[in-house]
Each structure stands twice: as C-alpha cells, then as structure tokens.
C-alpha cells in the first residue's frame, strides 16, 4: 500500500513548530552466556545452534537471571547518573510474537532498575542535557528471515524462517524523557546523543555496540507542536533505526512529514514507523492509537532483584573514565581548539588519532592525516573512517617518514594511497612504487642543472637579484623529480648555483 507522502522544507517546518523528541536505545549486553540460560551468545554461529530448553521456553524450563548481565546494567545506570533500585522485579510482558519462544518476554515494566538520569551531549558548541526516564533489563528476542518476495520483509514472502540465537541474549533498554527546546537542531541532538551514548557503553566495555549487527538499535520518538504552544504534540516512533546518520536523517524527515499534515490541518497518527536507508524516508507500520495490553506482571519464575548498596558504591568506585571526561583529557594535552576536537568527535577520529599517537606519531600530525587527506578518501568511499584499510601504526609510520626526511607531504599522500588500495604497509608502497626523496645531492643536483639549463631567463632574474624567480625554479625541480625532491634543499642547491644569497 503505497502512502502519499508530503513534505514541508525543514526551516519553513522549524518556523511554524517544535519539535519534541523521544530516544529508546536497546542495547545488547556482551556477556557470555545468555540473560536466563547458560547458552553463548556470541554473533554468527549457525542458526539455532545456541539454544537450550530455557531459551526455547520447553515446559518445565525455569529461568535463572545472569548477574553479569545486572551488572552490567547497574553500570549503564551509575554512569548516565541514575537512581539506582534498591529492590526491583522482573516483568512478564505478554504478547504473541513468532520469534519470541515463550510468547512472552521477561522485561522489566513499573519498577526498572535504573531512574532518572541524564547525558550531557555536545551540539555546535552548546551542551544540551538529555534526561534519561530508566534503563531496564529484558531479553532480546530471536530473528526472522522472510525468503522469497522482494523486499526481505514478511509480505510477499513465500515462507520465514526463525533462528533462536538471539533469543534470550540480554538486552538494556535506556529511555529517555521527553526532548524540548532542541529546535532545529534536534536531528543533531538525536544524533549526536546515540553517539554519545555508545561511546559511554563502549568506555563501560558492556557491549560492542555494531549498530550495523544490531547490538545497538535506536527507535526515534518525534511530535511537534505549534510555536508558541506548550502542549506536546502527538508522537510517531520511528523503529530500528540502524546507522547515526540515519538518525539524523530520520528525525529530520519526521518533522517535515508531521509539518505538513499538520499545516493542512490534518492530524498525526500515533504509530511506529520504518526508516529507508536508500531514501530517508519512513512508511507507516503498526498503529499506536490503541494502546496494546500487555498484561503485564510480576514475573514469578523470578526472585526480586536486589543490589547490595555497598556492592553499587564499589561499582560506581571503578566506573571508567568516561568519555566526556576523557575528551576534555585529551584536548587539553593535545592543546586543540573546541572547534577541532569537536570535528574529530564527529569524524568519530578521536580513538583513532590517540592510538596514531600512541605508535609514535606526534598529535598534531596524526591529526592532520586523519582528518584531512584520510577523512577526504573515507568521504569519498562513503565509509567510516576506521573501516578505511589502514592501520593507525600506518599512519604513525607515514608521519615518521616525513618527519625523516625520506618523504614530503605530496608523495606521504601517495603513500597513504598506495596502503588504502592494498599494496602494503607504507615502507613497501614506498619500496614499490618508488617514492623517496631524492636526497641524494648528485642525483638532485643533476636535475637542478638540467632546470637551470631549460630556464635561462628565470635563473638570471635570480642572479641579478628577483629572487622571487627561485619559485620557477624550484617548481621545475619538483616537476622533473615528479615530486620527489626535497624542495627546500633544491632551493638552497639553486641559489648557491647562482651565487645569491637566500
Ligand atoms: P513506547 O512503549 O510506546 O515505546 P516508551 O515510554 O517506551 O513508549 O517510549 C516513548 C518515548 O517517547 C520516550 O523516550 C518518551 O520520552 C518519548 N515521548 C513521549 N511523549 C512524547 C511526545 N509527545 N513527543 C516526543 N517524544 C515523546
Ligand atoms: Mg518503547
Ligand atoms: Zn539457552
């Protein structure tokens, strides 16, 4: 059923509403075994091979909650600044789903373990305090392929299959409050808060957090209401929204969708929505309106969970540095400006420029490289920088052979290219495609004759004093060495060829 979709330009959508916004975050916890059961849960085995009658739900199985998988969660919770539950249950959460064995998940519903925190996220200089409601501990359910038919989704399939893999590995669920006062720059916010939000989960070491594989998986809550007016307005909730850019993308495109409707005096319907990659659009999927009833219950196969204080006092002790602290850290020793820290953090190139500098390179270079010629080809590939084949050890070395001597900037950049097509660590490229400095003074004083000899005019302007002319001529040496000489030098070689002082 194809819908018709409107939108209205995103200024004239920000000058009329504001939107309101709303992030359910489910994170996949990394521990070993399961939430209940005792199976692994480690990504990419053979379907339904990590099962066991616990996360099959066979009768008679009961479930036994994962401490680690608590842990882990109290964790979440200490550093989003949270209330930490002294005593909380687990929830059954009822309803029919076909990769859910027991046709109900244990989660976690009016007494979650974690409350009222926040995160702190940096927008174009400003930062923006996001208020967590909760986080809670349930399990995550198996994963359907639908065979046959286009789209991969359930119509128009000719069967589906289910792997049970999945079913049962921990999953958190971090939620926040209600967003307002972002404005137009709420895609960022949205944005910009996941971002910081896995990069605190990955500090914590809970979960590898591949939005790609779905260990992080983020379901954007938009609404707008008129300027001026202070009731909120209806929300959709876009699901499963799997890259950072698309959560940008998609909380942009709501609020140009809901303007519209809105402007024309229609109304918006309460339902989730998906998110197209290829067009940054959303289609409509199950309506809201009614509120599902989960008959929801104490879970009774459960004992309550009950954190010793003094066991949460310790936790909160060895908490990591986390990574708002960590970047002040950095910045600070690296003496860069709130502007360029704030480039890298987009550029997610922090963790790469520090392990650069931790092979050697100094942080203004490796700096250099990663968000200038590295950044460009990344863009260029439309990939992430650290998914470029590169290593930061790479990159310290190319620094290192510049800073030697053995290559300028221009043939450091040819380097680089030669290890992103594939031909090897950079000394080999070096090797291969022959690209060091002719510092050999016989050899580069030969070409400087050569270039004196082409350039007649040029090397007398120069004799008889415009010494400005030396550029020629040292653009001539670069050119006959196809950049391989070390222009400073050359001109040192040349004025003294000419018998003028620099
Ligand atoms: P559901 O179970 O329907 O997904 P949740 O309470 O788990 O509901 O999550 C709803 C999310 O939407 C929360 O982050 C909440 O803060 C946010 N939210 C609630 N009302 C609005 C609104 N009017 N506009 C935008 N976001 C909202
Ligand atoms: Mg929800
Ligand atoms: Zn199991």
């Known amino acids: 059923m194809a819908e018709t979709v409107t939108l209205m330009p995103y200024d004239e959508a920000l000058e009329r509403f504001e939107p309101v916004l709303g992030l359910e975050t489910h994170v996949e916890l990394g521990t070993a075994s399961k939430m209940f059961c005792g199976c692994p849960t480690t990504f990419g085995a053979p379907p339904n091979t990590h099962v066991c009658p616990i996360c099959l739900a066979l009768p008679g199985s009961l479930p036994v909650?994962?401490?680690?998988?608590?842990?882990?969660?109290?964790?979440?919770?200490?550093?989003?600044?949270?209330?930490?539950?002294?005593?909380?249950?687990?929830?059954?959460?009822?309803?029919?789903?076909?990769?859910?064995?027991?046709?109900?998940?244990?989660?976690?519903?009016?007494?979650?373990?974690?409350?009222?925190?926040?995160?702190?996220?940096?927008?174009?200089?400003?930062?923006?305090?996001?208020?967590?409601e909760r986080v809670h501990l349930e399990e995550d359910t198996g994963k359907s392929t639908h065979v046959g038919g286009a789209t991969g989704r359930i119509q128009g399939a000719d069967y589906s299959i289910v792997d049970y893999n999945r079913a049962g590995i921990p999953l958190v669920e971090i939620v926040t409050k209600p967003?307002?006062?972002?404005?137009?720059?709420?895609?960022?916010?949205?944005?910009?808060?996941?971002?910081?939000?896995r990069?605190?989960?990955?500090?914590?070491?809970?979960?590898?957090?591949?939005?790609?594989?779905?260990?992080?998986?983020?379901?954007?809550?938009?609404?707008?209401?008129?300027?001026?007016?202070?009731?909120?307005?209806?929300?959709?909730?876009?699901?499963?929204?799997?890259?950072?850019r698309s959560v940008e993308r998609s909380v942009r495109g709501e609020i140009e969708r809901q303007a519209a409707i809105l402007a024309d005096g229609g109304r918006i319907i309460q339902e989730t929505r998906h998110f197209h990659e290829d067009t940054g659009a959303t289609t409509s999927g199950r309506s809201k309106e009614e509120a599902q009833d989960y008959r929801y219950f104490p879970e009774p196969d459960l004992v309550p969970i009950a954190p010793d204080p003094a066991w949460v006092a310790t936790l909160k002790a060895?908490?990591?540095?986390?990574?708002?602290?960590?970047?002040?850290?950095?910045?600070?020793?690296?003496?860069?400006?709130?502007?360029?820290?704030?480039?890298?953090?987009?550029?997610?190139?922090?963790?790469?420029?520090?392990?650069?500098?931790?092979?050697?390179?100094?942080?203004?270079?490796a700096r250099k490289?990663?968000?200038?010629?590295?950044?460009?080809?990344?863009?260029?590939?439309?990939?992430?920088?650290?998914?470029?084949?590169?290593?930061?050890?790479?990159?310290?070395?190319?620094?290192?052979?510049?800073?030697?001597?053995?290559?300028?900037?221009?043939?450091?950049?040819?380097?680089l290219e030669g290890v992103l097509a594939g031909e090897g660590a950079p000394e080999a490229v070096v090797e291969k495609r022959g690209l060091r400095i002719v510092n050999d003074e016989g050899e580069l004083s030969a070409i400087i004759d050569q270039v004196l000899a082409g350039n007649a005019d040029a090397a007398d302007k120069v004799r008889s004093g415009k010494i400005a002319a030396v550029g020629a001529l040292v653009g001539g040496v670069m050119k006959a060495s196809r950049g391989k000489a070390d222009a400073g030098r050359a001109r040192e070689l040349i004025l003294e060829k000419l018998g003028v002082e620099g």
């Open 318 to 365: 060895e908490l990591p540095e986390l990574p708002s602290v960590r970047r002040a850290r950095i910045q600070a020793e690296w003496g860069v400006s709130d502007l360029d820290m704030a480039a890298m953090h987009n550029a997610d190139a922090i963790e790469l420029v520090e392990a650069t500098v931790a092979a050697g390179a100094p942080a203004a270079d």
């Open 199 to 244: 990069e605190l989960l990955r500090s914590l070491g809970v979960s590898d957090v591949r939005m790609e594989e779905g260990s992080l998986r983020c379901d954007v809550n938009v609404s707008l209401m008129p300027r001026g007016s202070s009731t909120w307005g209806t929300r959709t909730e876009t699901k499963n929204v799997n890259s950072l």
């Open 369 to 415: 490289w990663w968000m200038g010629e590295l950044a460009r080809r990344a863009n260029e590939a439309g990939t992430a920088l650290a998914d470029l084949p590169i290593t930061p050890g790479d990159v310290a070395k190319v620094t290192e052979l510049v800073a030697s001597g053995a290559l300028n900037d221009k043939l450091a950049r040819q380097v």
């Open 179 to 197: 967003v307002e006062g972002t404005d137009r720059l709420a895609p960022e916010v949205a944005k910009a808060y996941v971002t910081e939000l």
């Open 65 to 132: 909650a994962n401490v680690k998988a608590i842990e882990s969660t109290i964790r979440i919770g200490l550093a989003l600044n949270c209330s930490i539950a002294e005593w909380c249950r687990f929830a059954r959460k009822n309803y029919f789903y076909p990769d859910m064995p027991k046709n109900y998940q244990i989660s976690q519903y009016d007494e979650p373990l974690c409350t009222d925190g926040y995160l702190d996220v940096q927008v174009e200089g400003k930062t923006v305090r996001v208020e967590i």
